[in-house]
T-cell receptor
């Protein structure tokens, strides 16, 4: 089983739609969780950290469910500029950050 | 700040040749990471350093790969001899501390023919 698993998509949604991605992780001792965004042929960039209580940044909401070992990312009012690959990232113990394979989002006009 | 700087941006080489990728982390960051990205396997951690010391190299595919960090401002990833299956984008990233967010360089697109 992969350490971090994501649905690769693509998710094709119209502008203005709400879309949600889930990500599961296998190491129950994982301590830190993040969502990164990667545009085509570019480097990954931090989108937001994921806190136990859940957190929101504008149109983006991230949540953590430790019991079920998954994190989620919700994007409201999708924009064309949100089209990208979203990478779920987990850190457990002494290991460095482990990246999921990413979920591709395509927002269509 | 200039960000993480990688060179070269693109490298095309023939099988069997030695390839050296270079990285300059953000000044003041003490953790440096080398990742490889392919369509099939996504982003894979190859090795990371903390205060110039290699901490975990379990992701290095085989002995053909080696990485060094002679000082806080420079790291290299070397492949010798290179093989076509090494073709990928190689990213270097740095962070202030291991558990904090990573800043990635623009990557090196490696093609081994």
């Amino acid at each position: 089983r992969k350490e971090v698993e994501q649905d690769p998509g693509p998710f094709n949604v119209p502008e203005g739609a709400t879309v949600a991605f889930n990500c599961t992780y296998s190491n129950s001792a994982s301590q830190s969780f993040f969502w990164y965004r990667q545009d085509c042929r570019k480097e990954p960039k931090l989108l937001m950290s994921v806190y136990s209580s859940g957190n929101e940044d504008g149109r983006f909401t991230a949540q953590l469910n430790r019991a079920s070992q998954y994190i989620s990312l919700l994007i409201r009012d999708s924009k064309l500029s949100d089209s990208a690959t979203y990478l779920c990232v987990v850190k457990g113990g002494r290991r460095a950050l482990t990246f999921g394979s990413g979920t591709r989002l395509q927002v269509q006009p | 700040d200039a960000g993480v700087i990688q060179s070269p941006r693109h490298e095309v080489t023939e099988m069997g040749q030695e390839v050296t990728l270079r990285c300059k982390p953000i000044s003041g960051h003490n953790s440096l990471f080398w990742y490889r990205q392919t369509m099939m396997r996504g982003l894979e951690l190859l090795i990371y350093f903390n205060n110039n010391v290699p901490i975990d190299d379990s992701g290095m595919p085989e002995d053909r790969f080696s990485a060094k960090m002679p000082n806080a401002s420079f790291s290299t990833l070397k492949i010798q001899p290179s093989e076509p299956r090494d073709s990928a984008v190689y990213f270097c990233a740095s962070s202030f501390r291991m558990e904090e967010k990573l800043f990635f360089g623009s990557g090196t697109q490696l093609s081994v023919l």
